[in-house]
């Protein structure tokens, strides 16, 4: 058989990945702070990118060096604020309160010593003691220690265990590194069983109070979007304060540069990159209405009314693609009455009910209440809790009850049985 060469034209269309779409597809995936950050770095290098930086001044409180808190802001700090404006405290205990947030580093300890920040702020010690048991009882389990151990025992103590007991056990890790077991049970007064089973919780916990490290601090949780209410009840979904950047063109050197002629691709850079912010807060401000729309339950009764939706219900009732809405809801959140929620929260399989499909997170949410509920002495094994869910409609195995446990971080009923135990000997 004869082999010929041929010449042959031919027509295909493909999707290119041009530079503004590339830059679209990076600033939608960005989180608040990210974008920032890129912002910042853009406008050092891009003289047509004119960008305002704000700071942040916290309110005046009438306690001298207190009055106002003008710090460098972390993106976490924002969020622990938040939770400490919402408990119910004396004027001084909340002005020292988020007194120290400003003084937490990247990883979320507090460098500075008690005494010595009374002693710079001439006040007395005791305030400031309260205060960072407040700043403590914040979320993320850990935030406000002075050392990994303190880090350590706090996330033990928020895991059930006594307090004093927590201490101890952290007091040991060297012994539990080389599973010097005789040396632990003998320093705990506990058996072998409880000496391992503390041992694999220890295993669960994170040496900084900032969970993920680096991921912790590159993509820290901040507001995309904020609910709002008017005095007649009625929700809005508007864009956070904090997902605002302060960006444009420096129109008198565009005009310039237009007319001259001169550096036509920093120009392009420039446009391009507002126009991915527009198209990034367009894109969220549709998904802040769907989720209005779809989960007005959520927003009116809480975490028990939240409806099961998918990423590509979404997808497809905004007509774009599932990639798409999954770089929009990476890293975002949205504040609903001073609280942060993960844009993820609200999607969530379904789980058969008696009055129909119910949100697998909800079905999360009476887990974790049925268990704060159980008598101390006689923790509710996986099977009942599966059982008591199945009597209130929902049809659901035990093995799902265990991973939900076990997602929310809450030992299995034998550990729960042996730490209650613990606590009564104390």
């Known amino acids: 058989m004869a082999l010929n060469s041929r010449l042959e034209l031919r027509t295909q269309q493909r999707l290119a990945l041009t530079p503004e779409l590339r830059t679209r597809l990076s600033v939608l995936r960005m989180t608040p702070a990210e974008l920032d950050e890129a912002l910042a770095a853009e406008a050092a290098r891009n003289p047509f990118l004119k960008r305002n930086a704000t700071s942040t001044v916290g309110p005046a409180t009438g306690l001298g060096p207190l009055d106002w808190i003008a710090a460098r802001e972390a993106p976490f700090q924002d969020d622990l604020r938040r939770q400490i404006e919402r408990k119910a405290l004396n004027p001084q205990v909340r002005a020292m309160a988020l007194y120290l947030i400003t003084e937490l580093d990247a990883d979320g300890f507090l460098e500075v010593d008690l005494d010595e920040l009374a002693a710079e702020l001439d006040l007395s010690a005791d305030p400031l003691v309260r205060a960072l048991e407040v700043l403590q009882s914040c979320e993320p389990v850990g935030i406000g220690a002075r050392s990994v151990s303190e880090s350590l025992a706090l996330q033990l103590a928020a895991k059930g265990m006594a307090r004093t007991d927590a201490q101890a056990t952290v007091a040991l890790l060297s012994d539990f590194a080389r599973l010097n077991w005789p040396a632990i049970q003998s320093a705990l007064g506990i058996g072998l069983a409880e000496a391992r089973a503390r041992a694999a919780l220890l295993r669960t916990l994170s040496p900084r109070p900032l969970a993920n490290g680096e991921t912790a601090r590159a993509a820290p949780l901040v507001a995309d979007l904020h609910v709002s209410r008017d005095d007649s009840g009625r929700i809005a979904v508007v864009p956070a304060h904090t997902a605002r950047h302060s960006v444009g063109l420096d129109e008198t050197l565009v005009h310039k540069a237009e007319a001259e002629g001169f550096a036509p691709e920093l120009l392009a850079r420039a446009r391009a990159m507002l126009a991915a912010i527009d198209q990034r807060g367009l894109t969220l401000a549709r ?111 035990r093995r799902t009850v265990a991973k939900y446990r076990q997602g929310l971080h809450i030992p299995s009923s034998a550990m729960r049985r042996r730490l209650a135990a613990d606590r009564r000997r104390e």
Not at 290 to 316: H, I, M, N, S, V
Not at 354 to 378: C, F, N, T, W
């Open 287 to 397: 998904i802040g209405e769907w989720l209005l729309e779809k989960q007005a339950g959520f927003f009116e009764r809480g975490l028990d009314a939240l409806a099961p939706a998918t990423r590509l219900d979404l997808a497809a009732d905004l007509g774009l693609h599932p990639s798409t809405i999954s770089r929009a809801l990476a890293g975002k959140a949205i504040d609903v009455d001073g609280r942060l929620w993960p844009l993820s929260t609200f999607f969530s399989a379904a789980l058969p009910g008696k009055d129909g499909l119910l949100s697998a997170r909800a079905v999360q949410r009476r887990v974790a209440e049925m268990i704060a509920a159980e008598p101390e002495s006689r923790p509710l094994s996986d099977e009942r809790v599966a059982g008591l869910l199945r009597a209130q409609g929902v049809d659901i195995a």
